[in-house]
């Protein structure tokens, strides 16, 4: 899976971040103060960015944590099946099919932008 | 831990997770003291509760459960430090968590603010709360997060929330008990608790219950910062608890303090168990 290690404290809202092996997005960041001792905590509350499945977690801010790597591009709708709709990725030339979420309408020709990790994409 | 809870302290890995996923109940320790105005000491609030439910029996013959088998799990206390808005917003993370996994936190405290934790967690539409005091000042001390002004932020701040219902209030200062008067806030004084019944005004509504200790005549509850007579009986407490739990997605129990010889905090133990049966059996 495309990823790269940071530190959690380098995490920050807006940014990806991997949780129970899926690639969230993170809509709040909170850290804890140290006790007397401890190290200083963060908490990262996230949204599956294909599931919509919302996740969190709390690890120290000098943790190690995987961020996934998704790209974002750019593609045009070749044509429109049912569900399902062509698209061209207009970098590649590539043709892919995906699935049309159902609160979007398509139609041939029109451009659009999608996420991509892997084999998961997600219009936005 | 509390007594017969699991225990699921906070996941550093999560890979750690799966256990705190399938829980019914999530309790969570604030143990806030930062803006008591009084008698100090709801620091150790979270430690003493818990003690002092160890004599408990597990059955409660009148809901016939037992308390081990309602999957509480006990994630320990978030510890508090001194910027309050800051350990707030973490706290109210650390409680929404529970929310989205379906579980209902149950929180305890610590000093009354932070109610407003729970409240930004779990977003009711009814802040139904049993306290001596209206805790509607806009600021006290100059201070909005003050704990005797979280009623008044979780009304004001908490879009969700479209009233308060005041159980056992019986002092406040003239603002306040001008702010009272509002459309949105219903005040039940101490002599009319044992009578009220919510009725239907919470079927098919978002629930949060609150019991600041000090809504108990001090007589029984002692163990807190801001002691005011004339106050409930503690079952008067409990038969409340009892009604609005099965309604409820979120429950608290602040301001106990360890100024006494552990009555405060067994009745604030056993008022959490009460609302983790009433709420099973709901």
């Known amino acids: ?124 | 831990m509390f007594p017969g809870a699991t225990d699921d302290g906070e996941a550093t890995d999560t890979a750690d997770r799966s256990t705190r996923d399938g829980a019914n109940f999530v309790v969570v320790g604030a143990p806030l003291d930062a803006t008591t105005t009084f008698q100090p000491g709801t620091r150790f609030g979270p430690r003493r509760i818990r003690s002092l439910a160890e004599p408990f029996d597990d059955y409660d013959s009148r809901t016939d459960q037992h308390f081990s088998t309602l999957s509480v799990a006990d994630r320990g206390d978030v510890r508090a430090w001194n910027d309050v808005p800051e350990y707030l917003e973490y706290l109210a993370s650390t409680l929404r968590e529970a929310v989205w996994n379906d579980a209902v936190p149950l929180m305890l405290g610590g000093e009354h603010t932070v109610s407003l934790a729970g409240v930004r967690a779990v977003e009711p539409e009814v802040f139904v709360c049993l306290d001596a005091h209206l805790d509607l000042y806009d600021a006290y001390d100059g201070n909005p997060l003050s704990h005797a002004a979280v009623t008044r932020r979780i009304l004001e701040d908490v879009d969700a929330v479209e009233e308060v219902v005041l159980l056992g209030a019986r002092t406040g200062s003239e603002t306040e008990w001008e702010r009272a008067a509002a459309d949105d806030v219903t005040v039940v004084p101490p002599e009319a608790v044992g009578e009220w019944s919510p009725g239907d005004r919470l079927a098919d509504r978002e629930v949060y219950l609150s019991v600041d200790i000090d809504a108990a005549d001090p007589g029984y509850a002692p163990g807190t910062g801001t002691m005011e007579p004339f106050g409930l009986e503690p079952r008067e407490l409990r038969d409340v608890v009892r009604e609005v739990a099965p309604h409820a997605g979120g429950f608290d129990v602040v301001e106990v303090n360890d100024r006494d010889d552990g009555q405060t905090a067994a009745l604030a133990a056993k008022l959490v168990r009460e609302f983790v049966f009433s709420h099973a059996d709901g």
């Open chain 1, 1 to 124: 899976m495309a990823k790269q290690q940071t530190e959690v404290r380098e995490l920050q809202e807006g940014s990806y971040v991997m949780i129970d092996d899926t690639p969230c997005k993170i809509n709040a960041y909170s850290t804890a103060k140290p006790g007397k001792h401890g190290s200083a905590k963060a908490r990262v509350e996230a949204e599956g960015v294909f599931d919509g499945k919302k996740r969190s977690l709390s690890q120290p801010v000098d943790a190690k944590i995987w961020v996934p790597i998704i790209e974002r591009k750019n593609g045009q709708v070749v044509s429109v099946d049912g569900n399902d709709m062509q698209v061209m990725d207009l970098e590649t030339y590539e043709t892919i099919t995906m699935r049309i979420p159902d609160d979007i309408d398509v139609s041939p020709d029109e451009n659009i932008e999608y996420l991509e990790m892997e084999d998961q994409r997600k219009i936005v």
